[in-house]
T-cell receptor, first 111, second 114 residues
């Protein structure tokens, strides 16, 4: 069964600090992995997408990594801001198959 | 210019009622989805439509009936509402059915059944 597990479930950090969110998956055959950011009261918005051949991809202060061998991805947030407070959802798609959503990590950035 | 729009944004109704949520996308996408996000904020797919054709139906009670009059619209009708139906419902669209392209989400409809 295709599964996506995210950790931690929630995280509180101080403004300006860095943090890393984890995503482990068992989806096979792998097509791509996407990180979404969901602000409170809004729909999810895509941050990055990674395919099999990509190890690292950045979007501003967000950097995603992918290890297709160990089936792990991470999302690193640098110099966090209050506006980074949100849920971060990892979504893994199988080739010619549907997408599997992780349960998300809730990040709170405090001043 | 809103890409994926849902109406209404909030919906409060009594148990047993029938209600509809409307969704429209102006992105020219072929695929549209309905997701349910429960109180624990877990996002689960309910349905996906590709070119007005039902592709995925994820063991959703048949009280939920999606309708796609054209590629740009996917409405969700719910009969005999139950307390457990309270959640936020998100509509989304993408060019590709299998996640190879980004899904764009609406702002959500918060349904409260009392």
């Amino acid at each position: 069964k295709n599964q996506v597990e995210q950790s931690p479930q929630s995280l509180i950090i101080l403004e300006g600090k860095n943090c890393t969110l984890q995503c482990n998956y068992t989806v096979s055959p792998f097509s791509n992995l996407r990180w979404y950011k969901q602000d409170t009261g809004r729909g999810p918005v895509s941050l990055t997408i990674m395919t099999f051949s990509e190890n690292t991809k950045s979007n501003g202060r967000y950097t995603a990594t992918l290890d297709a061998d160990t089936k792990q991805s991470s999302l690193h947030i640098t110099a966090s801001q209050l506006s980074d407070s949100a849920s971060y959802i990892c979504v893994v798609s199988a080739r010619a198959g549907k997408s599997t959503f992780g349960d998300g990590t809730t990040l709170t950035v405090k001043p | 210019d809103t890409a994926v729009s849902q109406t209404p944004k909030y919906l409060v109704t009594q148990m047993g009622n029938d209600k509809s949520i409307k969704c429209e996308q102006n992105l020219g996408h072929d695929t549209m989805y309905w997701y349910k996000q429960d109180s624990k904020k877990f996002l689960k797919i309910m349905f996906s439509y590709n070119n007005k054709e039902l592709i995925i139906n994820e063991t959703v009670p048949n009280r939920f009936s999606p309708k796609s009059p054209d590629k740009a619209h996917l409405n969700l009708h719910i009969n005999s509402l139950e307390l457990g139906d309270s959640a936020v419902y998100f509509c989304a669209s993408s060019q590709d059915l299998w996640g190879r392209t980004e899904a764009f989400f609406g702002q959500g409809t918060r349904l409260t059944v009392v």
